[in-house]
């Protein structure tokens, strides 16, 4: 019996060794965007054993292309797996490749993930590792192109700006052919275009060195004609009152006010002038503590699948960063996410640490379901827990649409912590038309507002104007 426990343990020892002998250094590998261009992954794989380890092959279909840096993986080494995929449909993704490893009796799979704007007329053929010049960089040089959507002219001193994770990453400006030109690093950028008499245009697009290009055409922004017209005669009319209808008591009243204008009242001081204080100066002019009470903002982030790929949480993030920038060190914030799960993403946070809630912010990440009602439920605990008796205290939802309220009554929970003195307002991203009477009906609830947030304008000063409108004394 001894000697069959020995042995039994020996295994499960040598079974944990084998387990932990291979690692994806990270799962799971998003695509971002896909458009009309193909475009890869390479996926680091790890060797943490004292022993060599063989790759025998990966069981995908035709939507993939897998290449090998090396099919032999030294002790305490790296090589890469290349993994180029087509779809065949739209929309997000989520895919497992199984690769096979001489440690392991089972494969092991490697998780992809993405979001297929187009479906990509061709498949373009791998790059592998053995081909020469293979470059490796993230940085590539990218071109962008507005023109006049009508005339086809070329817009000379047009600003395009790449906005990543909420932030301005690159600004650049055109020359006299609409062109420029500018060495960036490939990933997912929301870009907006604009020009003066022009409207702004603006998407969200993956760039890498095989799709280095992106064109804007503008439409003039055609300002209405004003109509000039004759102007009327001035007629001066007596604005002396007719007394004629009054009585004695109005009489007296407007006798009364005529002796109060007429009058000079001499200005008194009995502080001499030299002993009077000096101005302080104001340490926060746009949000100054005479005029704006403290916050306590808890953000209600909707992080589910369908803010990832389309613009909406580079949006989203924009606002937030925006409102932190302004908000003072009186002032607090708290993340909640939701979305197959809740959690509370920062805990409640002076606005004086910008740059820790700003990376926090830039961090956010979307994927899973949505389930709102939990969310919502968590962020009035934590708005409670941080309450500023004399403050604005707010929650400040931001969804693309509905959300799954589960077994939680909204509406009814909004009307109880309004009475409490916590309110929410509700922030739509991009959302449909369709979904603004249910954000507005639990924004009535509430006791806060509906906003709405379509264009990169709209992220920097919406959520702004709400702080300040729900803030002031």
Do not use: W
Request: charged share 25%; glycine share 4%; hydrophobic share 35%.
């Amino acid at each position: 019996m001894k000697y069959f426990i020995s042995i039994l343990f020996a295994t499960v020892l040598i079974q944990q060794s084998i387990i932990s002998q291979i690692q994806f250094l990270k799962q799971p590998y998003d695509y971002g965007l896909i458009s009309s261009s193909n475009q890869y992954v390479d996926v680091p794989v790890k060797n943490t054993s004292d022993k060599k380890v063989f790759i025998f092959r990966s069981d995908v279909d035709k939507r993939f292309q897998i290449h090998y840096s090396s099919k032999t993986i030294l002790p305490d080494s790296i090589v890469y797996v290349r993994i180029q995929f087509t779809p065949t449909k739209k929309g997000n993704f989520t895919e497992e490749i199984p690769i096979h490893f001489s440690c392991y009796e089972e494969p092991k799979s490697i998780k992809i993930t993405g979001y297929a704007e187009e479906i990509p007329s061709s498949s373009i053929a791998c790059p592998s590792f053995s081909q020469e010049n293979i470059n490796n960089e993230i940085a590539f040089d990218f071109q962008v192109k507005v023109i006049d959507r009508q005339t086809r002219a070329p817009i000379e001193k047009a600003t395009v700006l790449m906005i990543k994770n909420g932030v301005i990453a690159q600004e650049l400006t055109t020359n006299n052919n609409g062109i420029r030109k500018k060495n960036v690093d490939l990933g997912f950028y929301y870009f907006v275009a604009s020009k003066e008499g022009y409207n702004s245009e603006e998407f969200p697009k993956y760039i890498n060195r095989k799709n280095n290009f992106v064109l804007f055409e503008l439409d003039r922004n055609e300002e209405p004609i004003a109509i000039v017209s004759e102007p009327e005669e001035t007629v001066i009319e007596n604005t002396e009152p007719d007394e004629s209808h009054l009585d004695e008591e109005e009489i007296e009243l407007v006798i009364d006010s005529e002796i109060i204008e007429e009058e000079e009242i001499p200005i008194v001081i009995d502080t001499p002038v030299e002993t009077l204080e000096p101005l302080k100066e104001e340490k926060y002019p746009n949000l100054p503590s005479t005029i704006y009470r403290p916050n306590n903002i808890v953000f209600l982030i909707d992080v589910s699948a369908s803010m990832k790929y389309t613009g909406k949480l580079d949006l989203l993030k924009a606002s937030m960063i925006e409102m932190t920038n302004l908000l003072r060190d009186i002032d607090n914030i708290t993340i909640v996410t939701y979305a197959s799960n809740t959690l509370v993403e920062m805990e409640t946070t002076s606005a004086d640490n910008k740059d820790s809630i700003i990376s926090k912010i830039e961090g956010l990440e979307a994927k899973g379901m949505t389930a709102g009602g939990k969310g919502l439920k968590l962020a009035y605990t934590k708005a409670c827990e941080s309450y500023i008796a004399s403050g604005n205290n707010e929650i400040i939802m931001a969804t693309d649409g509905d959300f799954n309220s589960g077994g939680e009554n909204v509406y009814r929970l909004a009307k109880k912590y309004k009475s409490k003195g916590v309110k929410v307002s509700v922030l739509g991203i991009k959302n449909r038309q369709t979904h603004e009477a249910n954000m507005k009906k639990l924004a009535d609830n509430g006791g806060g507002n509906y906003l709405k947030i379509d264009t990169f304008e709209d992220a920097k000063k919406r959520l702004v104007e709400e702080v300040k409108a729900s803030s002031k004394f």
